[in-house]
């Protein structure tokens, strides 16, 4: 069985044509149509989501390749196929904002998918000037799309850098549109994880829960056996996840962890802990 995402609450698996929807907190097993046979899941890691909570009307789960992506509608019997015109180059990450399908690939170009009238796919036209992220992530936050990305601020004489996170708002009302850098989050506090095909998350007035605005929470590898064989000899339970607060440096282990990120192809081998909105937070318990 292999794992293809997380999405709306729910953790996505194929295995050969078959489909499987898992509810992170209830355990609910949705079972999608058969995948059409021709399909090449197995040969990549692709990256899929759902479009839409489960029980929207307008539902749809995507399963993406290099080459193409399939759909299928929620409530249907059958699965779409539609052509992906991105020079066979892998789908970086998937973001839903605003009701639009972002699709970023590994040459950091940002597509936007539409279904209807009819399918289609547009790559977007924007500056990266002047700077080029590392390896960023997108997040849908409110009425922005961000991009996190992991900065080099400094280099040390003994051959170490600093590093920081670095938040950017992209700019849809110019053209071509552009990232425009931000200083604070307010009170919101973005959620990634290292996997890509794991969710990217915002979150309003986290001290509501204990949290702190103003940050950025990494969920780190599932466990790092260099750093948990240390965390059981000071007798310290081994911590998944990191809290960095934003413009503040970024410890050098956490940025170890960040570049596993950014490995092509990705060794999705190596288990990473992820953030997850239960369904229920959505409607569809």
């Known amino acids: 069985m292999r794992y293809l995402g997380c999405s709306y609450g729910y953790l996505i698996f194929s295995y050969a044509e078959h489909c499987f929807l898992i509810d992170v907190y209830t355990g609910t097993k949705v079972k999608p149509p058969k995948i059409p046979r021709n399909n090449n899941l197995w040969c990549f890691h692709g990256i899929d989501v759902l479009t839409a909570p489960l029980n929207s009307p307008n539902s749809r789960l995507l399963l993406?390749?290099?080459?193409s992506m399939l759909e299928?509608?929620?409530g249907t019997d059958c699965w779409s196929e539609h052509p992906l015109a991105l020079g066979h180059e892998d789908i970086r990450?998937?973001?839903?904002?605003?009701?639009d399908i972002f699709v970023i690939d590994y040459r950091m170009r940002i597509h936007t998918v539409h279904f209807t009238p009819q399918f289609s796919v547009q790559e977007l036209e924007f500056m990266w000037e002047p700077f080029f992220p590392i390896n960023p992530w997108f997040v849908s936050c409110a009425d922005m799309l961000l991009m996190?990305?992991?900065?080099?601020t400094s280099f040390h004489w003994h051959g170490t850098y600093s590093h920081t996170f670095d938040v950017f708002r992209l700019d849809l009302a110019v053209e071509p549109a552009k990232f425009v850098k931000m200083d604070k989050?307010?009170?919101y506090a973005l959620f990634i994880s290292l996997d890509k095909r794991n969710p990217t998350f915002s979150c309003m007035?986290?001290?509501?829960?204990?949290?702190?605005?103003n940050c950025i929470y990494a969920a780190k590898l599932l466990e790092d056996p260099a750093e948990s064989r240390v965390a059981k000899l000071l007798e310290e339970p081994y911590e998944s996840w990191v809290a960095v607060e934003l413009g503040q440096p970024?410890?050098?282990?956490?940025v170890?962890?960040?570049?596993?990120?950014r490995a092509y192809p990705c060794d999705y081998s190596l288990l990473s802990s992820l953030w997850v909105f239960p369904s229920l937070i959505y409607g569809s318990a």
């Open 205 to 213: 007035s986290p001290e509501r829960w204990g949290g702190k605005s």
């Open 93 to 99: 990450q998937i973001v839903i904002f605003k009701g």
């Open 250 to 254: 970024v410890q050098e282990k956490t």
């Open 64 to 67: 993406c390749s290099e080459s």
């Open 185 to 187: 989050l307010e009170n």
């Open 72 to 74: 299928w509608q929620v």
């Open 256 to 261: 170890q962890y960040l570049f596993y990120g």
């Open 148 to 152: 996190v990305d992991l900065s080099v």
